[in-house]
Nanobody, 127 residues
Framework: VQLQASGGGLVQTGGSLRLSCAASGRTFSGSTVGWFRQAPGNEREFVASIRWSGGTTYYADSVKGRFTISRGDAKNTMYLQMNGLKPDDTAVYYC?????????????????????WGQGTQVTVSS
């Protein structure tokens, strides 16, 4: 499956962006899909994920209350609404898809839990 992330850009502190991820060749049904980010010199870190069936969501503490992950009406699209952006949110954002996990499986928050990755979209937040 190929994933295409889009929607990144340059915003000021406190601004908003909406990232999109579209899959080609399959739908997200029965999957866990998520967003990760990587800043220069840092490891790729978990941002948010959602179990497509049932809609259970997971968030990193650093984005909880500011970011919202959601499923699109089309079963091959998902979104990340980012509000209240901060300079620390500056990174390349990647969407990813993996198998369906039980609600308590820690792999929903881990890079190792996903086997399909998009190419990344740059988000830059100016102070």
């Amino acid at each position: 499956v190929q994933l295409q992330a889009s929607g990144g850009g340059l915003v000021q502190t406190g601004g908003s962006l909406r990232l999109s991820c579209a899959a080609s060749g399959r739908t997200f049904s029965g999957s866990t899909v998520g967003w990760f980010r990587q800043a220069p010199g840092n490891e790729r870190e978990f941002v948010a994920s959602i179990r497509w069936s049932g809609g259970t969501t997971y968030y990193a503490d650093s984005v909880k209350g500011r970011f919202t992950i959601s499923r699109g009406d089309a079963k091959n699209t998902m979104y990340l609404q980012m509000n209240g952006l901060k300079p620390d949110d500056t990174a390349v954002y990647y969407c990813a898809a993996g198998p369906r996990y039980i609600i308590t499986d820690p792999r929903v928050r881990s890079v190792v839990g996903y086997d399909s990755w998009g190419q990344g979209t740059q988000v830059t937040v100016s102070s």
